[in-house]
T-cell receptor
Framework: TQLLEQSPQFLSIQEGENLTVYCNSS?????LQWYRQEPGEGPVLLVT?????EVKKLKRLTFQFGDARKDSSLHITAAQPGDTGLYLC???????????FGRGTQLTVWP | NAGVTQTPKFRILKIGQSMTLQCTQD?????MYWYRQDPGMGLKLIYY???????DKGEVPNGYNVSRSTTEDFPLRLELAAPSQTSVYFC?????????????FGSGTRLTVV
């Protein structure tokens, strides 16, 4: 059973388009994080959201934590080929010493 | 500042062989983790440690062992390798509770068991 469900699993778009990736759960998380992974490398932390309803912006990326702290979304405006990668959401639950990961969304942005 | 260093980068093992995946970090992080990543399956926790001398099982510990004798090193031992252990293995560390600080990952070890 996957604690965090990500959708879509694959996303292929043209440069300049907007997109949203979703991360959903039936569990409440104390925080939720987004990572990006490029081929042959480990995931890199993009953002941590902690408060229900919180919105954080990182240049063209906007991250939102659901009011009930069970879900999150990542929105990319005007996607660029450099945004290509595997996007992973991760939640911190009752066992605070570890994170639970979703299966990831593979994003490909074509020039 | 090297961060989290994993060796080797690639390895091919025969069924039944054993090996140790090395992981070292130079950030004085207390928390360290071993994950495996299979295509379309996300990251599954194998073992983790909250400090030197303390280790605990994750979701998929069978066939693996770990030790944490120093803050810096967290090796993962595979005994009697099986094809099901073919995967990409990532070591990660966190300064304190990852809920607040997140993970720093190494660049991975790609293991094939034939």
């Amino acid at each position: 059973t996957q604690l965090l469900e990500q959708s879509p699993q694959f996303l292929s778009i043209q440069e300049g388009e907007n997109l949203t990736v979703y991360c959903n759960s039936s569990s409440v998380f104390s925080s939720l994080q987004w990572y990006r992974q490029e081929p042959g490398e480990g995931p890199v932390l993009l953002v941590t959201v902690v408060t229900g309803g919180e919105v954080k912006k990182l240049k063209r990326l906007t991250f939102q934590f659901g009011d009930a702290r069970k879900d999150s979304s990542l929105h990319i405006t005007a996607a660029q080929p450099g945004d290509t990668g595997l996007y992973l959401c991760a939640g911190a639950g009752s066992t605070l010493g570890r994170l639970y990961f979703g299966r990831g969304t593979q994003l490909t942005v074509w020039p | 500042n090297a961060g989290v260093t994993q060796t080797p980068k690639f390895r091919i093992l025969k069924i039944g062989q054993s090996m140790t995946l090395q992981c070292t970090q130079d950030m004085n992080h207390n928390y360290m983790y071993w994950y495996r990543q299979d295509p379309g399956m996300g990251l599954k926790l194998i073992y983790y440690s909250v400090g030197a001398g303390i280790t605990d099982k994750g979701e998929v510990p069978n066939g693996y062992n770990v030790s944490r004798s120093t803050t810096e090193d967290f090796p993962l031992r595979l005994e009697l390798a099986a094809p099901s252990q073919t995967s990409v293995y990532f070591c990660a560390s966190s300064y304190r509770l990852p809920a607040n600080y997140g993970y720093t990952f190494g660049s991975g070890t790609r293991l094939t068991v034939v």
